[in-house]
C-alpha cells in the first residue's frame, strides 16, 4: 500500500511535470558522450578557500566550458577536516534570505549547531537563475551530462586544494542532484577520504526510465530507455572503486532516486536507510545532518567543538 510519504513524492513530481510540460528532460536533443567519460576529462582550478563570498569557476570539459561556483561557508583552520557539500537539483545554494530554502541552509546555515569543520558549498552549472531557466537547458541531454561533469571536477579541484592547504581529512556530501555528483567524482577520481552521498547511487539512467521521474522525461527520452543508461549510468566504475570510503544514505520510500533500485550500488557498503521519501527525506534536516557529521573522517582537531556521532538512526516517522 502507498504511504503518505510515497504519495508526496509522486504528487510533486505529478505536479511539477504538468507546470514543466513544455521543458521537460532531454527533450531537444539525446546525443553526448557517456557521463563517467566526460567526467574523467573535466578539469577545473580554484583559488581561496578560507576567503570569504562566492568564487565563480569556469570548468573545462569535453564537451564544452561550463559555469560553476564554490563559497568557503566556514573556515575553521588548516587542523580541522574540509566538507565539500553539494546541493539537490533545482536548488539554488547561496540563497541564505529568510524564505529560502535549500539543503545546504537547512542542513548547515539555519542551525546553531556547530559544524567541526572547514565547510565549502559548491553550486553546479545552470542553478544561479531561474527554475525554468534550469529546466530549459535540461532539453538537451548534453547539459545535463556537462552539468555533473563540471561539480565532479570542481569536487576534485576543491578537494586537492583542501588536501594542499590543511592537514586534516577531506570528506564530501550531497543530496539528490549532489549525491549523484559526490558518487560520480568517487567513480572517476577518488581524491576524497570520505563520501557522505544522500538520496542517490549509480544507476542514473534509471532513474529517468524507470521512477516516478520519468514523467519529467521528455517522451522521445523515455522510448530510448537502453540511450539513457549507457550514457548516464556509472555502476561498474563506482563499485571498482576498492577503497572502503564511502557512507551512503537512501530513503526506503523514495520513489525518485528508489531504494531498491539504487540500494545495488552499495553492496558491501555501510548504507543507512531513512524510512521517509525523497521529499519528506529531504526535510529531516536533523537526521541529514547527523548522517553527514557522522562521516567526518577521526582527526584530533576540533576537540572543542561539539558534534553528533556515528551512523545516522532510522527514522521511523
Not at 580541522?80 to 557539500?85: D, K, M, Q, V
Not at 545546504?104 to 537563475?129: K, Q, S, Y
Not at 538520496?199 to 530510448?224: C, D, I, N, Q
Request: some cysteine; glycine content about 8%.
Amino acid at each position: 500500500m502507498t504511504n503518505i510519504h510515497e504519495l508526496i513524492d509522486i504528487g510533486t513530481i505529478r505536479v511539477s511535470a504538468i507546470l514543466l510540460q513544455n521543458a521537460k528532460f532531454f527533450a531537444r536533443s539525446l546525443e553526448s558522450r557517456p557521463l563517467v567519460e566526460v567526467a574523467s576529462e573535466s578539469e577545473a582550478s580554484v583559488d581561496g578557500l578560507s576567503s570569504a563570498g562566492e568564487r565563480t569557476v569556469t570548468v573545462d570539459t569535453p564537451i564544452g566550458a561550463f559555469e560553476a561556483a564554490y563559497m568557503p561557508w566556514q573556515w575553521r583552520g588548516p587542523d580541522y577536516p574540509t566538507l565539500i557539500y553539494h546541493h539537490g537539483s533545482g536548488e539554488r545554494p547561496f540563497d541564505f534570505g529568510r524564505f529560502s530554502s535549500n539543503s545546504f541552509r537547512r542542513l548547515f546555515v539555519a542551525t546553531d549547531e556547530a559544524i567541526p569543520a572547514n565547510v565549502l558549498a559548491v553550486r553546479a552549472p545552470f542553478h544561479d537563475g531561474s527554475s525554468m531557466d534550469y529546466a530549459r537547458a535540461m532539453g538537451e541531454l548534453e547539459n545535463f551530462v556537462g552539468m555533473l561533469a563540471a561539480s565532479a571536477a570542481l569536487i576534485d579541484a576543491l578537494a586537492t586544494r583542501a588536501d594542499d592547504r590543511t592537514s586534516s581529512p577531506v570528506f564530501a556530501s550531497g543530496i539528490s542532484l549532489g549525491g549523484w555528483a559526490v558518487n560520480l567524482h568517487r567513480a572517476c577520481f577518488d581524491t576524497v577520504d570520505r563520501y557522505a552521498p544522500i538520496f542517490a547511487g549509480a544507476a542514473l539512467g534509471e532513474m529517468f526510465v524507470s521512477s516516478v521521474y520519468r514523467k519529467m522525461t521528455a517522451g522521445a527520452a523515455e522510448r530510448r530507455a537502453d540511450h539513457l543508461r549507457e550514457v548516464l549510468d556509472f555502476a561498474g566504475e563506482f563499485r571498482a572503486v576498492e577503497a572502503a570510503n564511502c557512507a551512503p544514505l537512501l530513503a526506503r520510500y523514495d520513489r525518485i532516486i528508489e531504494y531498491d533500485r539504487q540500494r545495488p550500488s552499495y553492496t558491501d557498503m555501510p548504507l543507512a536507510v531513512l524510512n521517509r521519501g525523497h521529499i519528506t527525506g529531504a526535510l529531516a534536516a536533523a537526521t541529514l545532518r547527523e548522517h553527514v557529521l557522522g562521516a567526518i573522517p577521526d582527526t584530533d582537531a576540533g576537540t572543542d567543538v561539539p558534534r553528533t556521532g556515528g551512523k545516522t538512526e532510522t527514522d521511523d516517522q
